[in-house]
Structure formats: C-alpha cells, structure tokens
C-alpha cells in the first residue's frame, strides 16, 4: 500500500516551453517526466547537469520507463553509466522503482534519508509489513473485508513497480550535498510518506519538493506505517497506532512556507510552482474547509471513516478506497486534536467518531 496510488485526477505534464521550466534549465536541470502505470501520469525525474551528474528520481521499475530515461538522457549528451549520484526524495514506487538499476549500471552513489535505508534494503519485507498494517487500519475504521482483501491483492501486484535499493549515503535533515556548481540542503517533510526529503538551493531560490508540493493536485496524506516501528511491532502490526498524516504533512507545509529563498519549486508530477506561499495557504484552507465538511457529518451521527468517505465521495473504486480513508482520517485527526470529537469502539474493535460539540457555522 506504499505505492503511489492511482488517483482519480487528470494527469497534468510538465511544460518544457514555461518560464519557471525555462529558469531550471539556466540553473542546469532538466525535468524528465518518465511514464507510470498510475492515474498520476508521469514521474519529473530531474538531471542536474553538474559534478557529479545527478538524477533526483528514478521513475518505476519497467522496461519503458528505463528505456525513456535512457532516451531523455541521450537527448541531453548522457548516459546512465554517467551518473555519479542519484538522490531519493520518497519511498513511492514511481520514485524509487529504478534506482538500483541505475546505481548498479552507474556505479552512482545512492542518497537518501537515513531513516528510509533499511527499508529500501528490505523492500520485500518491509512491504509485507506495511500491507498488513494498512490492512489493520482498513478493518479497524470500517472497510469491509472484501475490500480489504481486494486492495491487498492491487498491492501485491503493484509491487514489481518498485524494487529495493542500497543507500551508500545516508542523509540526515540538515546535510548539505555539495555538488560542483551548488550545494542542496536537505529538509525532511513527511507528510505524504514519512519518507519525504526536500533538497534546497538557497543560492538559486530553487526547492527540488518531489511530490510535497504539487501544483495541480493536494498531496494524499497517506497513512503510512512509520518508518522507525521494528517489523515485529505488534501494536502497530493492528494498526493500534498510527502516524496523524495530514497533521505531519501540513505542518511540513508550514515549514516549507517558512523557508527564505524559495523561488521556483520543482514538484514531483506536473508543472513548477513559483509561488509556494500562496498555494501552500489554498491547500491549508482547503484542509480547514475539508475538516469542518466532516465534523457536520460527524455532528449528524456517529460513522466510521469508511462511512464518512462514502458520504464525502459517494462509492469510490476500490483502488482509492486507502486513499479516501487517509483523507478522512488525517481530517478526524485535525478534529480528535482539537477536542471537536471523539472515538468510540464497538465490540469488534472498529470506531465510530462522534461530536463533542457543534460544529461551527
Ligand atoms: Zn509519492
């Protein structure tokens, strides 16, 4: 379930002709959107064209999307065996799918945030444990079990779309990567995986977000199992506990707007955003409206979250049935936070939300 999911939303592309795609190349980096087998459309995979020659990025693990890489790179004068260092911004598949490919063929130095090594290292394992935790999140919010059992099987088929990797640099929050013409900071901004690593130019104004910041759509604040839980963590195997994801990621979010020398922001899918100030305050608004949307539904009567997100977006495909209950999960979270409602647990174990008071107007 650590797949990026396939979302209901037209896919947008990166537009090389735009000024802000413009500015990126006059700094030396190069998007190349790289094809997924998911809703989201393509991946931006970025060159940057410096020493040593870096990719942010791999896209997914497949013959086409290795063979596009390859031509985007031949386009620009290089080959994969040029690479001298790849850089990991997240977990998701379309992401990571290809980094061991390319560090073996490059002999590039792999960079990523430390706390996602092991699992990259242990990809199979690691997925085993966190389908069964998202299948415990599932039963105890009121997903039935056909659903569940139908999203395990998406997600088991969808695993040969990413692949382990071995980390040969580990990156701490703070680190700098000092690369011939520049030098990225690293910032960690879990949110939309607990894996999310931004990379900042400061000299140039320009923020590598991967899918942190994404412009024509709000980043699913997937309910992820935290990265630092043993394998064996039984509390978290039953989904006993589990990360507050939107109220992660939008802390992240401020974060982000409280950076200076922010100019131009590189996301993940679509296009470039020059202004982050201004669609970081439109998603956390968007986030307040969404909230209060949930708690009146709450106020109306105690419901499980499936049951708030089939009153939100009608019967969803089964496919976005995680996705919708880390929406509205990570919304009860913002209310649960605020005393608004609270849980209750039947003799299964699944939970209702009710009010605490009335929502406001
Ligand atoms: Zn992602």
Known sequence: MTGEPPTALPAALWDPGSDAARAAVAQGI????????????????Y??????????????????????LEQALARLGHRIEDLGLILVSHQHMDHVGLVEILARRSGAEVAALDLLAPWLARYGEFQDADDAFAGAVMARNGIPEDTRLALQAVSHAFRGWGGRADVSRPLSPGDEIVLRDRTLRVHHRPGHSPS??????????????????????????????????PL????????????????????????????EDVRLVLPGH?????????????????????ALKIHRL??????TAFEIAQ?????????????????????VDLLLNDHLVGEEHDADGVVRFRSLVEPSA
Not at 222 to 228: G, T, W
Request: net charge negative; glycine share 6%; hydrophobic share 40%.
């Open 298 to 303: 709450i106020a109306d009567r105690p419901r």
């Open 196 to 229: 999310d690593t931004v990379f900042h130019d400061g000299a140039q104004g320009t923020l590598l977000a991967a899918d942190h910041l994404i412009k024509h759509i709000s980043s699913n604040p997937l309910i992820a199992r935290p990265l630092d839980a």
């Open 270 to 290: 679509g296009q470039a955003v020059t202004d982050h100030v201004a669609l970081i305050d439109e998603r956390t608004r968007l986030h307040r409206r969404r």
């Open 311 to 331: 009153q939100m977006w009608g019967t969803v495909a089964v496919t976005q049935a995680y996705l919708t209950l880390s929406e509205v999960l990570g919304h």
């Open 30 to 45: 190069h998007c190349l959107p790289i094809p997924t087998p998911f809703a989201v459309g393509r991946v931006n995979t």
């Open 47 to 68: 060159l940057i064209e410096d020493d040593p020659l870096t990719l942010l990025d791999s896209g997914p693990n497949s013959g086409r999307a290795l063979d596009e």
């Open 232 to 259: 064996d963590d039984a509390a978290v195997a039953a989904g006993l506990t589990r990360p507050q994801s939107l109220r992660i990621y939008l802390d992240s979010l401020a974060a982000t707007r409280a950076m």
